[in-house]
C-alpha cells in the first residue's frame, strides 16, 4: 500500500520552532514571508531564503522529509524559472534559437525563484511543525472565518479517506482477477469503479452531515483549544517578526 | 414526567428508489426502559432508529417526552435523544478523537471545564484513554465503533438509541459496552438497541420488538424467546443456555421456564439442587435421544 507522508508527520518531535504558540508562530512566519516576497533587492532575497533555511535547520524535522516535499515543488520552481528567464525583456547575453537571455532575466529569474523556494520553506515549518489539528484551532483564533477553517478541516481529515477508499475498492478488484490493461473493458470498470467512488463519498457525506446535525451542529464548528503565551513564545515571535521588518528596512534605507 | 419517552404511530417508510422500509409501524418505550429491536438483516431497523431524532421523516408520528417531534426545534431533539449509527465511519468526523467526543458538548454550550470532564469520563467509560489525540480514521473498526458510543456518552441524553452498539468488538469489549449500557439505564435513561446479540437481550432488555418491515412481534423477553415458530420465522434463535436447558429437560431436569441468561441459569439450577436435597438427577430413557432430535430440529440445529 502507498505511504502518504502526512505534512505534519513530524509535529510530535522537540525543538523551539515546535515549542512555540502556534497561533504566535503563524503570525510572526507569515509576516516574514510578505516580507520576503516584497523583497526587492535580490541580497535580501538571499538572506530570507537564509533566514529560511536556518529556521527549518532549528525544528529539527529531517532533511530526508523536506526533501520528499521539495522534491514535488522543485520542478515547479524551476519551470517558473525558465519561463522568466527567457520571458523578461532586457539586454540579450546570449541566445538560443529566438530566445534571448538577459542580465535582467536572470536577476528577476533568481529573484522569483528564491523567494518562491523561501515562502514554501517557511510555510513548511508553519505546518510542519505543529498537528494540523491544532493549526486549524490557530487560525481559528486569529480569527480566520469559520467556514473557511472547516473548508480545511474536512479536506484535511477526508482526503485520506478517500484515497483509501479507492485503494480498498481497487483492491478488492484486484483479488477478483481484474489487471489495469488498456483496453475498453479496463476503462469501462475503472470508471464504473469512479463511480462507485463519487457514490460512496457522496453518500458518506450525507451520513455525516446527519451525525453533525444529531450533535447540534448549526454551521458553526466549535472545537476547544489551549494556547498560552509565555514569555519565550514573546522573544521568538520578536525576533522573527523583527527580521521581517529589518528587511524592509533594509531595503527601504540602503536599497 | 410523561409516562411514555418514545412513541412512535403508525410509521411508515419509503426509500427513494420506491423500497418500502417501514410499514405502519408503532412502538413505544416508558422512560427507563431499555427496548431491544430485533429482525432480520434488511428489516428496517436502522432505518427506524434514523427517524427518531427526525434525521429521516417518514409518514406517521413520533413523540418524544410527549411532543411530537414534528414541532419541535431540532437543537432542542438532539440534547434529550442521542443516537449511535450502525456504521462509526459515518459517526466520527472530526480531526482528533477529542474533537469528536467533544463536539456534542461544546455545541450544547457547556463550560470549557465540563467539557472536558465529560469528554475524559465517556473516553474512560469506553475503555479508550489515552486516544485523544488519534484520529478517528485511523482507529480499528472496534475502536472506531467505542469512539462513535462516546460522543453521545459525552452529550449525557436522556434516550439513547444504539444501532448494533457491539458489533466487531472482541467480547471483554462487548461485556463492557453492556455493562455500560445497564449501568445507564440504572441511572434511569431510555434506550433503544438494534442489535443480533442475542445472548445479552435477556439480560439487559425489558421489552422486545421484532420487526421485518412490520412490527412482527412485541413482549418481554420470555414471552418472545418461548415462541419457536416465531423466531423460526424471523431468523432468529433462542440464547444458547435456553437451549441447552430445553436439552437437559430430555435428561429429565425439571425446568418450566427455561432461563433465558447465565444469572437465571444459575438461580435455577440452585433452587432445583436444593429442593432436591443437594444433588441432581440426570438420566437417559428410550425416549431421550428422539426428544433432542425433536428440540435441535426445532432450533435449526438438525444435522
Ligand atoms: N439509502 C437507501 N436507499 C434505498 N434503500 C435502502 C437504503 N438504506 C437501506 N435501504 C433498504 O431498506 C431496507 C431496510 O434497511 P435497514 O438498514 O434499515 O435494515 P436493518 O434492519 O438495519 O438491517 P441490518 O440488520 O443488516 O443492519 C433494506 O431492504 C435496505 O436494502
Ligand atoms: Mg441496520
Known amino acids: 500500500m502507498l505511504e502518504f507522508p502526512k505534512i505534519d508527520k513530524y509535529a510530535g518531535i522537540k525543538s523551539p520552532i ?49 526533501g520528499r516535499y521539495m522534491h514535488s515543488i522543485i520542478p515547479f520552481i524551476l519551470f517558473f524559472f525558465i519561463i522568466l528567464l527567457f520571458t ?24 522569483i525563484s528564491m523567494r518562491m523556494f523561501a515562502s514554501i520553506l517557511l510555510m513548511f515549518l508553519l505546518l510542519g511543525t505543529a498537528r494540523f489539528d491544532h493549526t486549524l484551532k490557530a487560525f481559528e483564533k486569529l480569527g480566520v472565518p469559520n467556514k473557511f477553517v472547516q473548508i480545511l478541516m474536512f479536506s484535511y481529515r477526508y482526503i485520506f479517506v478517500l484515497i483509501e477508499e479507492f485503494q480498498r475498492i481497487s483492491r478488492s478488484m484486484d483479488v477478483r482477477g481484474f489487471r489495469k490493461k488498456t483496453n475498453m473493458y479496463s476503462m469501462k470498470t475503472l470508471g464504473k469503479a469512479v463511480g462507485i467512488l463519487f457514490v460512496k463519498s457522496y453518500e458518506r457525506s450525507i451520513n455525516t452531515y446527519h451525525a453533525m446535525t444529531s450533535r447540534g451542529y448549526d454551521g458553526t464548528i466549535r472545537t476547544l483549544s489551549e494556547f498560552k503565551m509565555n514569555n519565550i513564545d514573546w522573544v521568538k515571535s520578536f525576533m522573527v517578526a523583527g527580521l521581517a521588518v529589518m528587511l524592509q528596512g533594509i531595503g527601504f534605507v540602503y536599497v | 414526567m410523561p409516562d411514555i419517552a418514545v412513541e412512535v404511530e403508525a410509521l411508515s417508510y419509503k426509500y427513494p428508489d420506491g423500497n418500502l422500509a417501514l410499514d405502519n409501524v408503532s412502538l413505544s418505550a416508558s422512560p427507563g426502559e431499555l427496548i431491544a429491536l430485533l429482525g432480520p438483516n434488511g428489516a428496517g431497523k436502522s432505518t427506524l432508529l434514523l427517524h427518531l431524532n427526525g434525521i429521516l421523516k417518514g409518514e406517521g408520528s413520533i413523540r418524544i417526552f410527549g411532543e411530537d417531534i414534528k414541532n419541535k426545534k431540532r437543537s432542542k431533539i438532539i440534547e434529550k435523544i442521542g443516537i449511535v449509527f450502525q456504521d462509526p465511519d459515518d459517526q466520527l468526523f472530526m480531526p482528533t478523537v477529542f474533537d469528536d467526543v467533544a463536539f456534542g458538548p461544546l455545541n450544547m454550550g457547556l463550560s470549557k471545564q465540563e467539557v472536558k470532564m465529560r469528554v475524559e469520563s465517556a473516553l474512560k467509560k469506553v475503555g479508550l484513554k489515552g486516544y485523544e489525540d488519534r ?37 471483554q469489549s462487548s461485556r463492557a459496552l453492556f455493562k455500560i449500557i445497564k449501568e445507564l439505564k440504572d441511572k434511569g435513561k431510555t434506550i433503544i438497541i438494534a442489535t443480533h446479540d442475542i445472548g445479552i437481550v435477556p439480560e439487559i432488555a425489558d421489552k422486545i420488538y421484532i420487526l421485518d418491515h412490520k412490527i412482527i412481534a412485541e413482549g418481554t423477553p420470555r414471552q418472545i424467546f418461548s415462541d419457536a415458530d416465531l423466531l423460526k420465522k424471523t431468523n432468529l434463535e433462542a440464547p444458547k443456555i435456553t437451549m441447552l436447558f430445553e436439552i437437559l429437560t430430555c435428561f429429565g431436569y425439571n425446568c418450566n421456564d427455561l432461563p433465558l441468561s447465565i444469572d437465571e441459569a444459575i438461580t435455577h439450577l440452585t433452587q432445583s439442587i436444593e429442593t432436591k436435597g443437594g444433588h441432581m438427577h440426570l438420566h437417559i430413557h428410550e425416549h431421550t435421544h428422539n426428544e433432542i432430535k425433536k428440540i435441535t430440529k426445532k432450533y435449526g440445529h438438525h444435522k
Open chain 1, 18 to 66: 515546535h515549542s512555540w504558540d502556534q497561533r504566535a508562530k503563524t503570525v510572526s512566519i507569515l509576516l516574514l514571508i510578505t516580507s520576503i516576497v516584497l523583497a526587492q533587492d535580490i541580497r535580501l532575497a538571499v538572506f530570507g531564503l537564509f533566514c529560511a533555511i536556518l529556521l527549518v535547520y532549528v525544528s529539527n524535522i529531517p532533511l530526508s522529509f523536506i
Open chain 2, 135 to 171: 484520529c478517528p480514521h485511523n482507529l480499528s473498526f472496534g475502536e472506531k465503533k467505542k469512539a462513535a458510543f462516546a460522543t453521545i456518552l459525552s452529550m449525557e441524553p436522556e434516550i439513547i438509541i444504539l444501532d448494533e452498539p457491539a458489533s466487531n468488538l472482541d467480547p
Open chain 1, 88 to 111: 523578461v525583456p532586457g539586454k540579450a547575453i546570449h541566445s538560443i534559437y529566438f530566445l534571448n537571455i538577459s542580465i535582467e532575466g536572470i536577476y528577476l529569474a533568481s529573484l
